[in-house]
């Protein structure tokens, strides 16, 4: 855990204080919705379809258990009991009303958590594999450049107004769990073939109404330069980035236009300038951010467990143990994920109750620390193999034990029509019948890793495009109907779906994704060949000519 010091703590309260008058001045009406509208959404404030909706920052998907219990308290006692883990390691409350804004957001400071950058056209909660720190093999704990880009980024003068939101991933591990290639600026931590540690620095990428998949534009950046080279991209995006189109605002439409090499000619220019003055990085700086990261006091423990070897011989306890549990780096320790996709659920939502349970099982099994994935799953990340037999079974009690990570039912999903005023169709009701309709955990363990997106609108939020299986919701003359991507993905080997054929009612969505899942399980060449790579191996045709023959 990051241990924020007194400047965080006056930066959030300050925030605090400024946002209750400007409540107040629109309440009062010295302020119109549209004068509003802009202070709003520095605070993390949109208007939807039936309230405001409040937006908090997880920075790098690490909440310690006091601050989940802080926002169970609000979920309690200024929404509707529950709240909903998003893409981007956030949580939104979708039912405040204006009125205690104020106060919920000042409750929220007391734990240290915020809104500020969650929304407008500015740099975003920097987002980070959910497993840094923790995974087997990672180069070093990648939030510790997460929170030098969090602090280099919060209020930055020059990137508070840019041409449009702009979003940061990172990871340190060869496998790719933070989706860095989906993002505005993804940036991989490796070793070059001297040894040496530095960034692999990507651009462009990005979905919605134009997706793109991040282009490298330098193979190794120095530690030491990384802010310097982080801050010429965003001059040069903050210069050229078209600010009189929405649609061709982001990043990865200059990008394309221009190319990367074009784009990086102009990056390097300006680095040139500025990579040898106050962003150049010291070691001694990168050692005290460093140095407030604390880590648990781990005990020396075996890799095997004699109770953890006797509870694997129940077979519901195994299921779960196969999909949830992952290796630590730490032996005799183990990551657990938290599935938020109950059978008939809606995709990420928690309430109050289960976040306080959490919190609880975290400080007993997990030194006191939790994680958000973009999955919209959480995990606790440092548990004792030991313990695992005594974590499930209160795990299964709050009912976020459901044996289904990483398989079919494991649903991404945005909110859709039911919440969102930019949305044409419903994800949510769409979620829920296809974990229904592959609710027996022996089917979805013979289908095996399948990863279902579903957004209600080209904004992409359910990220589609690099779903497994993508399902994009649009409006036809008033209707629903949704369109269906297949061979996407958001890992290591990015790659944007395929459409399948022209878009289906509402009624027929989930019969289409049985019929493509049958049509996989036919085609692939052994049990243990992904879906995906099925997709990759034999193309589009053979599932359009399954998913429309009786159509």
């Known amino acids: 855990m990051y241990a924020y010091d007194e400047l965080d703590r006056t930066i959030v309260n300050e925030r605090v204080e400024e946002f209750r008058d400007q409540v107040a001045r629109r309440l009062s009406g010295e302020l119109s ?35 989940l219990r802080g926002l169970a308290h609000v979920a309690r006692t200024y929404d509707r009991g529950y709240g909903h883990f998003t893409t981007r390691q956030n949580i939104q409350f979708h ?130 330069d990384i802010l310097s080279y982080v801050e010429a991209i965003l001059r040069v995006y903050n210069q050229y980035g078209r600010r009189d189109n929405i649609y061709k605002a982001r990043i990865k439409i200059l990008v394309h236009e221009l190319g990367i090499e074009a784009f ?49 011989e129940n077979p519901n306890f195994k299921a779960w143990h196969t999909n949830a549990v992952a290796a630590h780096k730490v032996p005799g320790y183990a990551v657990v994920t938290l599935s938020l996709k109950p059978v ?37 990340p440092h548990v004792a193999q030991r313990d695992l037999p005594a974590l499930w079974r209160a795990l299964d009690r709050i009912g976020v034990a459901t044996p289904n990570v990483n398989l079919v039912s494991d649903i991404i999903s945005c909110p859709g029509l039911d919440y969102c005023s930019l949305a044409n169709a419903r994800s949510i009701p769409v979620a829920q019948e296809l974990t229904r309709r592959f609710a027996n955990p022996d089917v979805a363990r013979l289908i095996g890793r399948l990863h279902i997106n579903i957004s209600g609108c080209i904004n992409a939020c359910g990220h589609h495009h690099v779903g497994h ?53 036919a085609l692939r060449q052994r049990p243990d060949e992904l879906f995906v790579d099925v997709v990759k191996r034999l193309g589009v045709a053979p599932f359009k000519e399954r998913v429309y023959a009786a159509r």
């Open 33 to 67: 919705e549209d004068e509003f509208k802009s202070l709003r959404l520095m605070n993390g404030v949109y208007l939807q379809l039936h309230a405001y909706m409040l937006r908090i920052a997880i920075p790098y998907g690490t909440l310690s258990s006091k601050q």
């Open 469 to 521: 299986i993508g399902i994009l919701g649009v409006d036809k003359n008033g209707e629903e109907f949704y369109q269906i991507t297949i061979g996407g993905r958001a890992d290591e080997n990015a790659v944007l779906g395929e459409l399948v054929g022209p878009a289906v009612p509402h009624a027929q969505v989930a019969d289409v994704v049985e019929d493509i899942v049958e049509a996989y399980l």
């Open 264 to 312: 990086k000619q102009d990056v390097e220019e300006e680095w040139r300038l500025i990579r040898d003055g106050a962003l150049a990085l010291a070691d001694d700086e990168i050692a005290d951010i460093r140095s407030r990261f604390s880590y648990p006091a781990y005990e020396t423990l075996p890799d095997a467990s004699p109770a953890l070897a006797k509870a694997l």
């Open 344 to 380: 008939g659920g809606t995709p990420g939502d928690a309430t109050a109750q289960q976040m306080d349970a959490i919190a609880d099982l975290a400080e007993r099994y997990s030194f006191g620390e939790i994680r958000v994935g973009h999955e919209q799953n959480l995990a606790l």
């Open 95 to 224: 039912w405040i009303k204006l009125a205690d804004l104020p106060d919920a957001m000042a409750d929220l400071a007391e734990v240290g958590l915020h809104g500020m950058q969650t929304s407008g056209n500015c740099t975003r909660n920097v987002t980070a594999d959910q497993w840094a720190g923790v995974a087997p093999g990672e180069i070093e704990d990648a939030r510790v450049w997460a929170e030098i880009l969090r602090q280099y980024t919060t209020l930055h003068p020059e990137f508070s107004f840019l041409p449009r939101k702009f979003k940061f991933a990172i990871t340190a591990s060869d496998h790719d769990r933070a989706a860095i290639r989906i993002h505005d600026i993804g940036l991989r931590i490796h070793r070059n073939a001297a040894g040496e540690t530095g960034f692999e620095v990507m651009v462009g990428g990005g979905l919605g109404r134009t997706p793109f998949i991040a282009k490298t534009i330098n193979d190794f950046v120095r530690p030491r």
